[in-house]
């Protein structure tokens, strides 16, 4: 897996988000917690297409799983 290109960052940048750190931080203490019982994709401050990216990478275990994984850890934190 190639995770050159792929930072958090980047990660906001292709949902179509601000990428700065301050966005991030912001959008994740907006939006925490995240309950246990609700998978990340299925949060209801996505878009459909979000969510749909976010189903994707994961479920194909792609180059942004990864980083789809350490959103929805901060978002539970």
């Given at each position: 897996m190639d995770l050159s290109d792929h930072t958090l960052?980047?990660?906001?940048e292709q949902?179509?988000?601000p990428g700065s750190s301050a966005a991030i931080d912001a959008f994740i203490a907006q939006h925490?917690?995240?309950p246990d019982n609700?998978?990340?994709a299925d949060a209801p401050f996505w878009s459909p297409a979000q969510a749909q990216f976010l189903r994707?990478?994961?479920?194909?275990?792609?180059?942004?799983a990864e980083l789809v994984d350490q959103l929805n850890l901060r978002l539970r934190a």
């Open positions: 960052r980047v990660l906001f949902l179509g988000l925490r917690p995240l609700v998978v990340l994707e990478e994961i479920a194909e275990d792609a180059d942004w």
